[in-house]
């Protein structure tokens, strides 16, 4: 082997552990919360129900997650709709839903095919239902206060309350 071709080695080798050490960082979430669902919803057993109904039939899995589950063919890269309430109010889910360009309130750098399509076509009721539903999906604190505590040990290479 000539020199060169080594050194690419070393870089391939190099990158490779990178990006398996990459993929095997999986958050570790204390203990206490152990095989707890960060997750829940507000909203009543009904409400819940037919909200559900639309998010499949208008096909929102293609493209998003949601209680952890997302269509598994399809990988656009789109945000995960758990807790979407705990940053997004009603009112802003609304007037998102009935915009004809959703890219004016959430800018995009994807593809026409995966961006967010407009849903102003929908009946006013079922925007309101989808609204009133996505702002009652809510993360408990404890998991909140752990993505922070990950992030900064992340970013810090610290443990977060050693600082
Ligand atoms: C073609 C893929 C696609 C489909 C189908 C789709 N979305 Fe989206 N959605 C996206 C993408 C991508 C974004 C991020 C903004 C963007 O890139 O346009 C987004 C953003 C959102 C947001 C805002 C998230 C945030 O961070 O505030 C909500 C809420 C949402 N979608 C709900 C829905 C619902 C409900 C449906 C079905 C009625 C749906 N989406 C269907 C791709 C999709």
Known sequence: MKKG?????????VLVIFAVSRALFVP???EEHAGEIPFYSTANADVQRQASDLY????????????GINNITQFVPSPSLDGIGSIR???????YFSSKNPQEMLPTRLKK???MPSYAALS?????????????????????NEVK???????TGKKANES
Do not use: N, P, T
């Open 5 to 13: 071709e080594k050194i690419i080695g070393l870089v391939i080798v």
């Open 28 to 30: 570790q979430v204390q």
């Open 56 to 67: 499949k039939g208008l096909k929102c899995r293609d493209c998003h997650r949601l209680w």
């Open 89 to 95: 109010s009603e009112s802003w889910l609304y007037d």
């Open 113 to 115: 095919e995966y961006k």
């Open 124 to 144: 006013e009721e079922q925007r309101r239902l989808l609204a009133y539903y996505f702002s009652s999906l809510k993360v408990k604190d404890w998991y909140l």
């Open 149 to 155: 505590r990950m992030e900064q040990e992340k970013l």
